[in-house]
Nanobody, 126 residues
Framework: QAQLVESGGGLVQAGGSLRLSCVAS????????MGWFRQAPGKEREFVLS????????LPTDSVKGRFTISRDNMKNTVYLQMNSLKPEDTAVYYC???????????????????WGRGTQVTVSS
């Protein structure tokens, strides 16, 4: 079983940057495919990015292409979401999630993920 804790959210002006972190404890972090999702008020949870156990990144959702990247440090049990050129429409609660998957696998569906953090709020002002 894994416990996930996100951090790094906050209030930022449009055009700014934030880096979210998600620290995992419990079962070995390196055995999980990791993902970031977000949920804005009144909207469904949306996939953002996924990263395989060996560091291969998925394609991002269209709305964040060229602006967001995902990375992981298996020695620190941490996955990161670097967010640049933030827009007001990026305002949401951001969640990290963990999925037991084969070594090179990514996962883009929320149903594939077994463990979830509680989320961190990101607010982008115009």
């Amino acid at each position: 079983q894994a416990q996930l804790v996100e951090s790094g959210g906050g209030l930022v002006q449009a055009g700014g940057s934030l880096r979210l972190s998600c620290v995992a404890s419990g079962r070995a972090f390196s055995t999980y495919t990791m993902g970031w999702f977000r949920q804005a008020p009144g909207k469904e949870r949306e996939f953002v990015l996924s990263i395989s156990r060996n560091g291969r990144s998925s394609l991002p959702t269209d709305s964040v292409k060229g602006r967001f990247t995902i990375s992981r440090d298996n020695m620190k049990n941490t996955v990161y979401l670097q967010m640049n050129s933030l827009k007001p429409e990026d305002t949401a609660v951001y969640y990290c999630a963990a999925a037991p998957r084969p070594f090179d696998a990514i996962a883009i569906l929320a149903s594939e993920y077994e463990y979830w953090g509680r989320g961190t709020q990101v607010t982008v002002s115009s």
